[in-house]
């Protein structure tokens, strides 16, 4: 059984910067497909970005371009959220995901194991 641990989570004003961390155990981390999602206050979740297991190509929201960037570390079992220059909008819980067919994807469906969340909140 996969599981993923988040954190690097907090409160943060807008402008700042935050680096969101999850690390995976249980599993062939290098083989999978990992990604982020977000879920604000009454709304859906929401896909923000992906990193391909093969050649670590990346997708992203078009709300997040240009200012977060996922990366992976497969020696160490940990994808990461680099977050900069966030907005208010960007206040959600942030759930990392394995794709363990390691396909390219962006729907929630496609996600096998998911995370408990860490909570960013971005101040006006």
């Known amino acids: 059984q996969v599981q993923l641990i988040e954190s690097g989570g907090g409160l943060v004003q807008a402008g700042g910067?935050?680096?969101l961390s999850c690390v995976a155990s249980?599993?062939?981390?290098?083989?999978?497909?990992?990604?982020w999602f977000r879920q604000a206050p009454?709304?859906?979740r929401e896909f923000v970005a992906t990193i391909y297991w093969s050649s670590g190509s990346t997708s992203y929201?078009?709300?997040v371009k240009g200012r977060f960037t996922i990366s992976r570390d497969d020696a160490k079992n940990t994808v990461l959220l680099q977050m900069n220059n966030l907005k208010p909008e960007d206040t959600a819980?942030?759930?990392c995901a394995a794709d363990y067919l390691g396909r390219?994807?962006?729907r929630i469906q496609s996600y096998d194991y998911w995370g408990q969340g860490t909570?960013?909140?971005v101040s006006s």
């Open 17 to 19: 910067s935050l680096r």
């Open 104 to 106: 390219v994807s962006t």
């Open 119 to 121: 909570q960013v909140t």
């Open 93 to 95: 819980v942030y759930f």
């Open 61 to 63: 929201a078009d709300s």
């Open 42 to 44: 009454g709304k859906e």
């Open 26 to 35: 249980g599993g062939t981390f290098s083989r999978y497909t990992m990604g």
